[in-house]
Protein backbone atom coordinates (compact mmCIF):
# COMPACT_ATOMS: atom_id res chain seq x y z
CA UNK A 1 0.00 0.00 0.00
CA UNK A 2 3.12 2.24 0.61
CA UNK A 3 3.82 1.76 -3.58
CA UNK A 4 7.44 1.05 -5.24
CA UNK A 5 10.14 2.07 -2.59
CA UNK A 6 12.59 4.78 -3.46
CA UNK A 7 16.31 2.87 -3.06
CA UNK A 8 18.03 5.78 -3.59
CA UNK A 9 17.04 7.20 -0.29
CA UNK A 10 17.75 5.23 3.21
CA UNK A 11 14.60 5.15 4.27
CA UNK A 12 13.56 3.40 0.93
CA UNK A 13 16.20 0.94 1.47
CA UNK A 14 14.42 0.20 4.66
CA UNK A 15 11.50 -0.67 3.97
CA UNK A 16 11.99 -3.36 1.92
CA UNK A 17 15.20 -4.92 4.27
CA UNK A 18 12.83 -7.25 5.49
CA UNK A 19 12.33 -8.80 2.52
CA UNK A 20 16.33 -9.29 1.63
CA UNK A 21 16.77 -11.60 4.58
CA UNK A 22 16.11 -14.63 2.86
CA UNK A 23 16.97 -14.47 -1.11
CA UNK A 24 20.81 -14.39 -2.25
CA UNK A 25 19.77 -12.69 -5.56
CA UNK A 26 18.13 -8.99 -5.71
CA UNK A 27 16.76 -7.77 -8.95
CA UNK A 28 16.30 -4.05 -9.11
CA UNK A 29 14.05 -3.64 -12.05
CA UNK A 30 14.11 -1.06 -13.82
CA UNK A 31 16.20 1.48 -12.03
CA UNK A 32 14.26 4.43 -12.71
CA UNK A 33 11.63 2.99 -10.80
CA UNK A 34 13.62 2.28 -7.92
CA UNK A 35 15.54 5.10 -7.74
CA UNK A 36 13.51 8.70 -7.97
CA UNK A 37 15.75 11.25 -6.18
CA UNK A 38 18.03 13.34 -7.37
CA UNK A 39 19.33 13.99 -11.06
CA UNK A 40 19.77 10.30 -12.56
CA UNK A 41 22.36 12.35 -14.88
CA UNK A 42 24.66 13.38 -11.79
CA UNK A 43 26.77 10.84 -9.79
CA UNK A 44 25.99 12.03 -6.77
CA UNK A 45 22.46 10.86 -6.33
CA UNK A 46 23.98 7.39 -6.90
CA UNK A 47 25.95 7.54 -4.02
CA UNK A 48 23.14 6.04 -1.97
CA UNK A 49 22.30 3.01 -4.51
CA UNK A 50 26.15 2.53 -4.77
CA UNK A 51 26.30 2.22 -0.86
CA UNK A 52 23.37 0.04 -0.40
CA UNK A 53 24.25 -2.02 -3.38
CA UNK A 54 27.84 -2.28 -1.41
CA UNK A 55 26.31 -3.56 1.64
CA UNK A 56 24.56 -6.23 -0.23
CA UNK A 57 27.45 -7.55 -1.92
CA UNK A 58 29.18 -7.65 1.91
CA UNK A 59 26.11 -9.93 2.88
CA UNK A 60 27.06 -12.43 0.08
CA UNK A 61 24.67 -11.08 -1.85
CA UNK A 62 24.15 -10.42 -5.27
CA UNK A 63 22.19 -7.42 -7.07
CA UNK A 64 21.31 -7.11 -10.68
CA UNK A 65 20.08 -4.01 -11.72
CA UNK A 66 18.07 -3.61 -14.79
CA UNK A 67 17.74 -0.53 -16.69
CA UNK A 68 16.84 1.56 -19.86
CA UNK A 69 19.11 3.00 -22.07
CA UNK A 70 18.66 6.90 -22.94
CA UNK A 71 18.08 8.74 -25.96
CA UNK A 72 21.92 8.21 -26.67
CA UNK A 73 22.28 4.43 -27.21
CA UNK A 74 25.92 5.12 -27.33
CA UNK A 75 26.90 6.14 -24.15
CA UNK A 76 27.01 2.38 -22.04
CA UNK A 77 25.37 1.47 -19.43
CA UNK A 78 21.91 3.52 -20.09
CA UNK A 79 20.12 6.12 -18.90
CA UNK A 80 21.46 8.31 -16.03
CA UNK A 81 25.45 8.90 -14.58
CA UNK A 82 28.32 6.76 -16.08
CA UNK A 83 29.38 6.47 -12.18
CA UNK A 84 26.51 3.23 -11.78
CA UNK A 85 29.29 1.76 -13.44
CA UNK A 86 32.29 1.76 -10.55
CA UNK A 87 30.54 -0.60 -8.31
CA UNK A 88 29.94 -3.37 -11.08
CA UNK A 89 31.37 -6.33 -11.81
CA UNK A 90 29.39 -7.09 -15.21
CA UNK A 91 27.58 -4.87 -16.99
CA UNK A 92 25.64 -6.21 -20.51
CA UNK A 93 23.53 -4.55 -23.07
CA UNK A 94 21.06 -6.24 -24.52
CA UNK A 95 19.50 -5.09 -27.97
CA UNK A 96 18.21 -6.48 -31.26
CA UNK A 97 19.99 -7.32 -34.17
CA UNK A 98 19.54 -5.61 -37.50
CA UNK A 99 18.69 -9.45 -38.70
CA UNK A 100 16.00 -9.94 -36.68
CA UNK A 101 12.97 -11.23 -36.96
CA UNK A 102 10.58 -11.37 -34.59
CA UNK A 103 8.23 -14.08 -36.17
CA UNK A 104 11.00 -16.69 -35.03
CA UNK A 105 10.92 -15.98 -31.26
CA UNK A 106 13.30 -13.67 -29.47
CA UNK A 107 16.65 -12.74 -30.71
CA UNK A 108 19.44 -10.65 -29.20
CA UNK A 109 22.49 -9.74 -29.23
CA UNK A 110 24.59 -9.62 -26.39
CA UNK A 111 27.70 -7.39 -25.45
CA UNK A 112 29.74 -6.71 -22.87
CA UNK A 113 30.37 -3.61 -21.48
CA UNK A 114 32.28 -4.34 -18.19
CA UNK A 115 33.55 -7.80 -16.97
CA UNK A 116 36.35 -7.78 -13.71
CA UNK A 117 36.80 -11.20 -14.15
CA UNK A 118 36.84 -12.11 -17.43
CA UNK A 119 38.19 -11.41 -21.12
CA UNK A 120 39.22 -11.99 -24.58
CA UNK A 121 36.92 -14.16 -25.93
CA UNK A 122 35.14 -15.00 -22.70
CA UNK A 123 33.43 -11.58 -23.38
CA UNK A 124 32.82 -11.89 -27.36
CA UNK A 125 30.19 -10.21 -27.96
CA UNK A 126 27.45 -13.07 -29.37
CA UNK A 127 23.53 -13.63 -30.39
CA UNK A 128 21.28 -15.48 -28.94
CA UNK A 129 17.67 -16.98 -29.65
CA UNK A 130 15.07 -17.99 -27.69
CA UNK A 131 12.03 -20.28 -29.21
CA UNK A 132 9.62 -22.74 -27.94
CA UNK A 133 9.52 -26.43 -29.19
CA UNK A 134 6.97 -28.62 -27.50
CA UNK A 135 6.63 -26.91 -24.54
CA UNK A 136 10.26 -26.88 -23.93
CA UNK A 137 12.67 -23.49 -24.12
CA UNK A 138 15.65 -23.64 -26.49
CA UNK A 139 18.38 -20.97 -25.90
CA UNK A 140 20.51 -21.37 -29.00
CA UNK A 141 24.01 -19.08 -28.85
CA UNK A 142 24.73 -17.67 -32.30
CA UNK A 143 28.71 -15.53 -33.20
CA UNK A 144 27.79 -12.44 -33.23
CA UNK A 145 27.76 -10.28 -36.93
CA UNK A 146 30.70 -7.22 -36.92
CA UNK A 147 29.51 -4.86 -34.21
CA UNK A 148 29.06 -2.06 -37.17
CA UNK A 149 26.48 -4.12 -38.81
CA UNK A 150 23.44 -1.30 -37.47
CA UNK A 151 25.92 1.20 -39.19
CA UNK A 152 26.73 -0.50 -42.18
CA UNK A 153 23.28 -1.15 -43.07
CA UNK A 154 21.55 2.21 -42.10
CA UNK A 155 24.30 3.78 -44.25
CA UNK A 156 23.82 1.35 -46.70
CA UNK A 157 19.98 1.91 -46.74
CA UNK A 158 20.61 5.53 -47.38
CA UNK A 159 21.93 4.97 -51.06
CA UNK A 160 26.18 5.14 -49.71
CA UNK A 161 28.58 2.64 -51.54
CA UNK A 162 30.71 0.78 -50.09
CA UNK A 163 33.33 3.32 -50.29
CA UNK A 164 31.29 5.69 -48.59
CA UNK A 165 30.63 3.57 -46.28
CA UNK A 166 34.14 2.86 -45.41
CA UNK A 167 34.98 6.52 -45.46
CA UNK A 168 32.17 7.22 -42.98
CA UNK A 169 32.97 4.90 -40.37
CA UNK A 170 36.83 3.74 -41.18
CA UNK A 171 35.89 -0.42 -41.78
CA UNK A 172 37.49 -1.91 -44.91
CA UNK A 173 35.20 -2.28 -48.03
CA UNK A 174 35.68 -6.39 -47.63
CA UNK A 175 34.36 -5.88 -44.38
CA UNK A 176 31.56 -3.93 -45.38
CA UNK A 177 30.92 -6.26 -48.10
CA UNK A 178 30.99 -9.52 -45.66
CA UNK A 179 28.74 -7.92 -43.45
CA UNK A 180 26.12 -7.28 -46.07
CA UNK A 181 26.35 -10.45 -47.71
CA UNK A 182 26.00 -12.17 -43.54
CA UNK A 183 22.65 -10.06 -43.93
CA UNK A 184 21.71 -11.49 -47.63
CA UNK A 185 22.10 -7.73 -49.45
CA UNK A 186 23.69 -7.81 -52.42
CA UNK A 187 24.73 -4.71 -53.91
CA UNK A 188 25.81 -3.66 -57.31
CA UNK A 189 27.43 -0.53 -56.64
CA UNK A 190 30.62 -1.66 -54.36
CA UNK A 191 32.73 1.63 -55.22
Keep these: E????DLSTVAGQKSIQHLLEIPEVIFVD???????T??????ESWVAMQTWALEQRKQGKTVIFAGHDGKDESSP???GTSAKLDVLNLSLSLRQPVNHDASKGLHIRVKYEK??????ADVAPYEATMRTEQNAVVWEQLQAVPEATDEILDLRRQGMTYRQIEEAIGVSISEVSRTLNALGIRGRSKR
Design 2 to 5: LGTP
Design 30 to 36: GLSCFCR
Design 38 to 43: GDQNAA
Design 77 to 79: GGR
Design 115 to 120: SRDAFG
